[in-house]
């Protein structure tokens, strides 16, 4: 079973910056694909991005492209989500997840991932 952590959350000022982490265990990283979440008080889990197991392809919402980029360090067991000119609309408790496939397709749906981390708070001030 995939154990997954993030980290990285922070408060920071409309238009600047965070790097997020999730760090892997438990699996080899390289045997999976990792989707970012994210949650907003009240709201559902949405799909933020995700990459595949050698970083052949990355998918993102349409509301983070070119803002948000998806990267992993298979030897670092770690998948990291930069987030560039944050807006207070992407404050949310972000997740990643993993689920364990060889496809080139990434999937966006919360159910197609079977190992979650805790979260961390991502809180962007106007």
């Known amino acids: 079973q995939m154990h997954m952590v993030e980290s990285g959350g922070g408060l920071v000022q409309a238009g600047g910056s965070l790097r997020l982490s999730c760090e892997a265990s438990g699996r080899t990283l390289s045997s999976v694909q990792v989707g970012w979440f994210r949650q907003a008080p009240g709201k559902d889990r949405n799909f933020v991005a995700a990459i595949t197991r050698y970083a052949s392809n990355r998918k993102y919402a349409d509301s983070v492209k070119g803002r948000f980029t998806v990267s992993r360090d298979n030897a670092k067991n770690t998948v990291y989500l930069q987030m560039n000119d944050l807006k207070p609309e992407d404050t949310a408790v972000y997740f990643c997840?993993?689920?364990?496939?060889?496809?080139?397709?990434?999937?966006?749906?919360?159910?197609?991932?079977?190992?979650w981390g805790q979260g961390t708070q991502v809180t962007v001030s106007s």
């Open positions: 997840a993993s689920r364990p496939s060889a496809s080139a397709v990434l999937r966006t749906a919360t159910g197609d991932y079977d190992a």
